[in-house]
């Protein structure tokens, strides 16, 4: 039995969660997310939580038993308390700046990058060195930050690019002169 899967979901209050059929809405107090549960995984309330349950033990239904447990997990942190992804900018001359709800990024291009913010995704700019992407969706947050890495990832000699804040650049030893 899946450790994760059995394991019940507290709801906090002001929060709130229904379910019809497969499909999951929790309601909160910074939005309302809705997902779709894989088919023969079932997620019932019971009081104040939410249980999540497979009908047999075959693979398929094993595999998605702790899956469909941590995304309706995650549902219920995004509504009340929120995800964000820190990113750092390293290297001379790059810089980020919010121009309204978008990011606007000077990476070392003969023109600045303008990201433009999706639907319940939020851009912030303590520094100019560091970006830090907030929203209520787990997996909007991580591919809108990993979509602001990918225009200038970290490379491997100076260590210059954008990276996660927590991330370490292996570095290469670069080329050494005849004598």
Not at 41 to 62: A, C, G
Request: proline share 6%; aromatic share 4%.
């Amino acid at each position: 039995m899946s450790r994760i899967g059995r394991s019940p979901i507290s709801i906090p209050s002001g929060v709130d969660v229904s379910i019809a059929g497969n499909t999951v809405t929790v309601k909160g107090p910074k939005g309302t997310l809705t997902r779709e549960i894989p088919g023969g995984i079932s997620v019932r309330k019971h009081d104040s939580t939410v249980l999540v349950e497979r009908p047999n033990d075959e693979r398929q239904s094993r595999s998605l038993h702790g899956l469909s447990r941590t995304l309706v997990n995650n549902m219920v942190v995004g509504v009340t308390e929120g995800f964000a992804k820190e990113l750092e900018i390293v290297g001379v001359g790059y810089r980020a700046e919010t121009q309204g709800q978008n990011l606007r990024l000077a990476l070392g291009f003969s023109h600045p990058v303008i990201v433009p913010a999706p639907d319940g995704i939020t851009f912030e700019v303590p520094a100019q060195t560091r970006v830090i992407v907030r929203g209520i969706d787990k997996e909007l947050v991580g591919q809108v930050a990993a979509d602001i890495r990918s225009i200038r990832r970290p490379e491997p000699y100076k260590g210059k690019g954008v990276r996660y804040l927590d991330e370490r650049v292996l570095r290469k030893a670069g080329k050494t002169g005849k004598k």
